[in-house]
């Protein structure tokens, strides 16, 4: 295990228990948030938001090499009908659910067998996903070799 893999688990480690202690592993938090009744937790994000944002803008305006040692650029793309149609599957699992993939792991750390529950539709919705793109080519990326020439066309 090198440096980067313990780091990344003492995080995501730290991420969880702040998750938890800001009650964002618990449906009732999470379902009264989303009916506008608890607003905490907007707050939250939206600290999050004012934090990063000018961080980012200014590691990038100077150049900051990434731990790994390369240039931290971040992509940008332009919003498509794919990222509303993603963005508004992925609000419906979170009402449902109670729960975003961030919080999953914290669930099922504190025992709560809804996120255990989670954690399957979350894995299925990733394999559905997958299954999904694999049959529609994107158009804007080269045909892939592996892939038949009726698949490939389909997408266009």
Known sequence: ????????????TAFGFLFSAAGFN??????????????DPFLV?????AVALPLIWLLERRHWQTPLGGP???R??????????GGAVFGVGWAVTG??????TAMIGTGSLLGIVTLAGVLFG????????????????????????????AGR
């Open 99 to 104: 729960a975003c993939p961030g919080t999953v």
């Open 45 to 49: 994000m939206g600290a999050a938001v």
């Open 1 to 12: 295990m090198n440096r980067l893999h313990v780091f990344s688990l003492l995080f995501g």
């Open 72 to 74: 931290f650029a971040p």
């Open 126 to 153: 990733i394999a559905l996903r997958d299954a999904v793109h694999d049959t529609v080519a994107d158009p804007l990326q080269a045909p892939r070799h592996d892939a038949p020439a009726d698949v490939v066309m």
């Open 76 to 85: 940008r793309w332009p919003a498509e009908r794919k990222h509303v149609l």
């Open 26 to 39: 618990q449906y009732n938090v999470i379902h009264r948030m989303l009916l506008l009744h608890y607003l």
